[in-house]
């Protein structure tokens, strides 16, 4: 497609329930990456993928959070139990090569709001 | 760790005013640094960026920034906005040359009225 895009677009889910969260990278791009942005904060980095390599998961709160990316290309963001503490913007971004310098496209995101 | 700090939480103008938007980074090592643009209803979208050379870079739409290493420092400034910068703008800084992920400032919404 012409840019990342993700889905759902909103989600409203119960307290305790699973979420799974979808992201499609720019076709080509090898490098993906999670972002959260909570009211009142910036943008925190939760999770990058690279082609086959093993993904950074340094930036997800805690085990209640996973992701995984199938054939080099789509991803899914679980969350698991939500709380409410999870509502958020969750962006996702894409790039080349995954190399510092490069831009990263960002998707729209999906706004969850957990009750 | 890698931290950004911006200084303006909420900045309002009128146009024609000129902006300098502040980004305190803290980093030892060789930095990238970027400015990021919400409009609304919009993607987040790179405005400009800095990784070397020249340390004023030129951004889209009339923007850009100064590099001051002494300072930690990659203000974003513009000489005259307009109704239409009227966004969220956020300071980003990379210093994992090994993966490219960011460390975004809490970003500064800036309002232009008419």
């Known amino acids: 497609g012409a840019g990342v895009s993700q889905s759902p677009s909103n989600k409203v889910t119960e307290k305790g329930k699973d979420v799974e969260l979808r992201c499609d990278p720019i076709s080509g791009h090898t490098a993906l990456y999670w972002y959260r942005q909570s009211l009142g904060q910036g943008l925190e980095f939760l999770i990058y993928f690279q082609g086959n390599s093993a993904p950074d998961k340094s930036g997800l709160p805690s085990d209640r959070f996973s992701a995984e990316r199938t054939g080099g290309s789509v991803s899914t963001l679980t969350i698991q139990r939500t709380q409410q503490e999870d509502s958020a913007v969750y962006l996702c971004?894409?790039?080349?090569?995954?190399?510092?310098?490069?831009?990263?496209?960002f998707g729209p995101g999906t706004r969850l709001l957990v009750l | 760790a890698q931290s950004v700090s911006q200084h303006n939480h909420h900045v309002i103008l009128s146009e024609a005013a000129s902006l300098e938007l502040g980004c305190n980074y803290s980093y030892g090592g060789t930095v990238n640094l970027f400015w990021y643009v919400q409009y609304p209803g919009q993607h987040l979208q790179l405005l400009l960026k800095?990784?070397?050379?020249?340390?004023l870079v030129k951004g889209i739409k009339g923007f850009e920034a100064e590099f001051i290493k002494s300072k930690f420092s990659f203000n974003l400034r513009k000489p005259s906005v307009q109704w239409s910068d009227t966004a969220e703008y956020f300071c980003a800084v990379n210093g994992d040359g090994n993966t490219g992920k960011l460390i975004f400032g809490q970003g500064t919404t800036l309002q232009v009225k008419p």
């Open positions: 971004a894409s790039t080349t090569a995954g190399r510092a310098q490069e831009t990263q496209y």
């Open positions: 800095y990784f070397s050379g020249d340390p």
